[in-house]
Nanobody
Framework: QVQLVESGGGLVQPGGSLRLSCVASGTIFNLYTMAWYRQAPGKQRDLVADITSGGTTNYADSVKGRFTISRDNAKNTLYLQMNSLNSEDTAVYYC?????????????????WGQGTQVTVSS
């Protein structure tokens, strides 16, 4: 059973910083592409950033230059450092793990989600 447990959310003032963490268990963490998504009230869940097993990163335009995604494979942990936060960053942030496995010529997508952690940016 794969489990993803996020932590680090909270209330922060505009311009402040937070670091989110996601600890994975029950799987071989370093094989997965890991990502952070977020969902604001009444909006769809959107990709914030992702990082491949090889360390290649990708960011949504809205967070480029402010957020940094990283992973520590020895600790089975994914991070999201968020700086210069503003009210538009307020959302529930979700950790996501993805891997594609090929068995007997068939491809299977494995996708797992954490329970989410609330980030609120407000003065």
């Amino acid at each position: 059973q794969v489990q993803l447990v996020e932590s680090g959310g909270g209330l922060v003032q505009p311009g402040g910083s937070l670091r989110l963490s996601c600890v994975a268990s029950g799987t071989i963490f370093n094989l997965y592409t890991m990502a952070w998504y977020r969902q604001a009230p009444g909006k769809q869940r959107d990709l914030v950033a992702d990082i491949t097993s090889g360390g290649t990163t990708n960011y949504a335009d809205s967070v480029k230059g402010r957020f940094t995604i990283s992973r520590d494979n020895a600790k089975n942990t994914l991070y999201l450092q968020m700086n210069s936060l503003n009210s538009e960053d307020t959302a529930v942030y979700y950790c996501h793990a993805h891997n594609r496995v090929v068995l007997l010529g068939h491809a299977y997508d494995l996708d797992y989600w954490g329970q989410g952690t609330q980030v609120t940016v407000s003065s």
